[in-house]
Nanobody, 124 residues
Framework: QVQLVESGGGLVQAGGSLRLSCATSERTFSRYNMGWFRQAPGKEREFVAAISWSGGLPLYGDSVKGRFTISRDNAKNTVYLQMNSLKPDDTAVYYC?????????????????WGKGTLVTVSS
């Protein structure tokens, strides 16, 4: 079981920025494709971003393109989500996820391993 721990959530004003981190002690972290998803109250889970095990081929959800950037540091076993120009609609619990599957077409539908989430609240 892969354990993923998110951090960096909090309260921010609209237009502001936050950087989320997801760390793991998993020694094979560099082999996992990683992703970020979010779920707002009363809404379905939404794909935010994903990145391949090598750090290339990032994917983004339509609602965050141009504002969010996913990156990873395999030496630190950590994946990041830089969120800029935040909007109240970005308010949600953000979840880190991991998967061995290299089929990028599947990533946005979900991954095998999940963290417990970190809350991001954007005030207007």
């Amino acid at each position: 079981q892969v354990q993923l721990v998110e951090s960096g959530g909090g309260l921010v004003q609209a237009g502001g920025s936050l950087r989320l981190s997801c760390a793991t002690s998993e020694r094979t972290f560099s082999r996992y494709n990683m992703g970020w998803f979010r779920q707002a109250p009363g809404k379905e889970r939404e794909f935010v971003a994903a990145i391949s095990w090598s750090g290339g081929l990032p994917l983004y959800g339509d609602s965050v393109k141009g504002r969010f950037t996913i990156s990873r540091d395999n030496a630190k076993n950590t994946v990041y989500l830089q969120m800029n120009s935040l909007k109240p609609d970005d308010t949600a619990v953000y979840y880190c996820a991991a998967d061995f599957d290299d089929d990028r077409s599947r990533w946005r539908h979900g991954m095998n391993y999940w963290g417990k989430g970190t809350l991001v609240t954007v005030s207007s």
